[in-house]
């Protein structure tokens, strides 16, 4: 799928969100409140290391800051969820109900040429999808794209030298992993075709009954049906697989990106270069780093997911009738 038609289906939705802007606007303020809380953590633990535990230190300060950091992120996550998943809910009950009233004025030749159950499922299951979107991974993503470009900032403002010999070091797991972000996405979609074969063999030989009993054909379907669930199992074996594998690396980059920071960071805190209230701050936003980046690649899987529903309602709400619509409708006596 080209950017353009990406663009063109997230301007589709458009339109559903605006009359919640000010929702909206609460929601990406408590993203940007939570990434600010968790950023701000690297910094209570440089003040509680350096001079918390100092003899005859004033530690009350940073322990004061600390606090206040898991305060707020606590409220934040709270607007979070609550507001952003309002507006998932609100757009996803004003956009069934447009189409459901859309599809009751088209004409009867549509629901013949058309499968029923794709219809219930864009009303049902794909708005489910767009709704767990809004409400969850679309705020994830920014949160986690503010704490990506923070960390990194804080890392570089801090210490760039030890960044640079750390990530010298862990480059050599970046390219795998691009390499299982893209066999990711490749899974998903193939998982989602199986599924879909599924869901049109029960359509036809439940809406067909009659004839594949009075043709005694049960067998020959219960073959094609094990055949395709045979298929879709297949497909979500190795999505679950690569997932796994996925998850096994970002935890050995991860283990292996602190590893490097404490090795180096102690051989300039040895050499009376660095502080260990810095090393903690660096070795903490190293963490925060790497977990950001590590749920990226769902994130985009879920993001073509959730274009692709919008694309199939697009086209659905796009749907013209054959009907004429009477200017004057005469009632009857």
């Known amino acids: 799928m080209t950017d353009k038609n990406t663009s063109t289906v997230f301007l589709y939705i458009k339109p559903y969100i605006e009359p919640f ?25 440089h003040l509680l290391v350096n001079e918390g535990m100092q003899k005859h230190s004033f530690y009350e300060i940073p322990l004061i800051w600390l606090s206040l950091s898991i305060v707020f992120l606590a409220l934040a996550s709270f607007g979070r969820s609550y507001y ?41 299951e794909n708005l489910c999808i767009l709704e767990r979107y809004i409400g969850k991974s679309a ?27 750390t990530l010298l070091v862990v480059c050599a797991f970046i390219f795998p992993l691009m390499l299982i972000g893209r066999k990711i996405k490749k899974i998903t979609t193939s998982s989602a075709i199986k599924k879909k074969y599924l869901t049109n063999i029960l359509d036809e030989v439940f809406h067909g009954i009659k004839t594949v009993q009075a043709f005694t054909k049960e067998a020959f379907f219960v073959s094609v049906f094990q055949k395709y669930n045979t298929q879709s199992f297949n497909s979500c ?49 190293a ?26 309602l697009q086209s659905l709400e796009g ?15």
């Not at 802007?21 to 939570?34: E, N, P």
């Not at 447009?98 to 088209?106: A, G, R, V």
């Not at 963490?287 to 199939?312: M, Y």
Request: charged letters at 15%; one cysteine or more; hydrophobic letters at 55%.
């Open 21 to 45: 802007k000010f929702k909206v606007v609460l929601a990406i303020i408590s993203v940007f409140l939570a990434a600010n809380a968790v950023l701000s953590g690297g910094y209570s633990l």
């Open 84 to 124: 952003a998943s309002w507006v998932a809910m609100r757009v996803s009950h004003t956009l069934r109900q447009n189409l459901f009233q859309k599809m009751l004025y088209l004409d009867v030749n549509f629901f013949e040429n058309t499968n029923t159950s794709e219809l219930i499922k864009k009303l049902t």
């Open 139 to 165: 705020s994830v993503l920014l949160r986690n794209v503010l704490l990506f470009c923070g960390s990194a900032t804080m890392m570089i403002l801090s210490t760039p030298w030890l960044l640079i010999q």
């Open 237 to 285: 074996e190795k999505y679950i697989f690569i997932k796994s594998i996925f998850a096994f690396c970002m935890i050995i980059l991860t283990a292996s990106f602190i590893a490097v920071t404490a090795y180096f960071g102690l051989q300039k805190i040895y050499a009376n270069e660095l502080s260990y209230g810095q090393l903690v701050s660096f070795i903490y936003f």
């Open 287 to 312: 963490i925060v780093f790497a977990a950001s980046l590590g749920s990226f690649p769902e994130l985009v899987s879920d993001t073509k997911s959730v274009t692709n529903v919008l694309l199939e």
């Open 319 to 333: 749907q013209t009738s054959a009907l004429i619509e009477a200017d004057v409708i005469k009632k009857l006596p």
